[in-house]
């Protein structure tokens, strides 16, 4: 079995990682976690690229870095269960795609994603990586919803 965890560092994600974790799985089950750095909006001409290009090229280097290390976090929560074998990934480009394309590649046979519980006025106007996965993923999505307190 291949399970893919599309993992965004928030609380939700980490939800969905711990019950990834927790729950018994074939023997031989490959994990992969995957995070998407999206891609930054380009400077248009007339504000410099010269003057600001080399800070966001900073910004961009350390919010990899950050995701990195939660990916590496998330990762870490894995070293109980030597029965699965995990990867980990990082992608840059738009979120959709980027998982959908992963997704396809890893040949997934399940994803599972944490739910951030947008409202319908969030989804409409920001998109929702769940809905995206639940409606074009070529294999089951299971959204995992924290548990209210």
């Known amino acids: 079995m291949r399970i893919l965890i599309a993992y965004d560092g928030s609380p939700s994600a980490d939800h ?9 799985w074939p023997a031989g089950t ?11 909006a380009p400077v248009p001409p007339e504000i410099g690229v010269e003057l600001y290009g080399p800070v966001l090229e900073k910004i961009r280097v350390s919010q990899r870095q950050a995701m990195q290390e939660a ?57 929702s990586v769940s809905h995206a996965l639940v409606t074009h993923a070529p294999c089951n999505v299971e959204i995992i919803k924290k548990p209210h307190p």
């Not at 995070?35 to 930054?40: G, S």
């Open 16 to 24: 969905a990682v711990d019950e990834v974790v927790k729950r018994p």
């Open 71 to 127: 990916l590496d976090k998330a990762a870490a929560k894995f070293t109980s269960r030597s029965d699965l074998k995990l990867g980990v990934e990082l992608r840059d480009g738009a979120v959709n795609r980027s998982l959908l394309d992963a997704i396809k590649a890893f040949g997934a046979d399940l994803v599972v994603a944490g739910s951030h519980g947008a409202t319908a006025l969030e989804r409409f106007f920001l998109g």
């Open 30 to 40: 490959e994990v992969r976690l995957v995070t998407v750095l999206e891609q930054a």
